[in-house]
């Protein structure tokens, strides 16, 4: 199997993709953007204090929000998140990255304020790609909602079959429980069911299933034992969409740990243009990988 970063670099390679990193400040994303730009993986937009900003960036901001004026505007973009956020919504840059020196939740509002959600898309989530020398697989929502609604976790598997698609070349959804086809019963399963419902109702082709156990969704064995008539997701799904954080985090942070697997991420998504966070301990190769793989998804 190729590996999914390799692939990402030799996707974007000498486009010439603008990649605007609004915490310059940080070694380690200076050394990132060098190594992008030495490796013609993207066009790096360092700063470490917002320019000043255009008069289209602020009337792209008052459009988004009616109420803002353009004093109140200007002070937004006068903040580097936004301003990184506005270079992307203008088209000025074609994605963005930050995190390192700011929690997920001022990303995520900044990127809310600026780049906005993506058409059907009412709740911002994230992806992480899991990789081992022969499966890749992509986890979500593992960074950002804690207890996500049935409703939002629709909106969660969505975004994760855009993903998917973009980076795996097909999205093979699983609803994940501790249930598998109503062998248990409970308010929790219930959600993922409905969650389901929802997900077909806005989207009738896409190709998931649920609720399934996690040895359901990816052991074709297992899931014959359990289900009549595999369908095309179980046993062989690609996308993993976990009923809460604490599911999440927890199974991405043992297989990463324990399990062998390599973690790229988190990604945000479900954006209408390319946007991530970082984490705050990201290492300049993280860095570097994740940048490939969101501008992979431009």
Known sequence: MTNVIDDAKAKIKGQGLKLVMPEGDDPRIVKAARLLKQEKLAEPILFTSAPEPTSSAISMLRARREKLTDATATKLLQKPLYAAGALVATGAAHAMVAGVGNPTARVIEAALMTIGLAENINTPSSFFLMQWPDRCLLFSDCAVNIQPSAQQLA????????????????????????????SGKHADADKVI?????????????????????????????ASRKINGLGLVAGCANV???????????????????????????????????????????????????????????
Do not use: C, W
């Not at 969650?195 to 077909?200: D, H, K, P, S």
């Open 155 to 182: 909106d969660i598997a969505l975004a994760a079959a855009v993903s998917a698609q973009k980076i795996l070349g097909e999205a093979r959804v699983a609803l994940l429980s501790f249930s598998t086809k109503g």
């Open 194 to 222: 409905e969650a389901l419902r929802i997900v077909q109702s806005k989207s009738p082709h896409l190709i998931i299933d649920g609720e399934l156990q996690g040895d359901a969704a990816l052991s074709q064995a297992v």
């Open 240 to 298: 993993l969409i976990f009923p809460d954080l604490d599911a999440g985090n927890i199974a991405y942070k043992l297989l990463q740990y324990l399990g062998g697997a390599q973690a790229i991420g988190p990604v945000l998504q479900g954006f209408a243009k390319p946007v991530s966070d970082l984490s705050r301990g990201a290492t300049v190769e993280d860095i570097v990988d994740t940048a490939a793989l969101l501008l992979s998804m431009v």
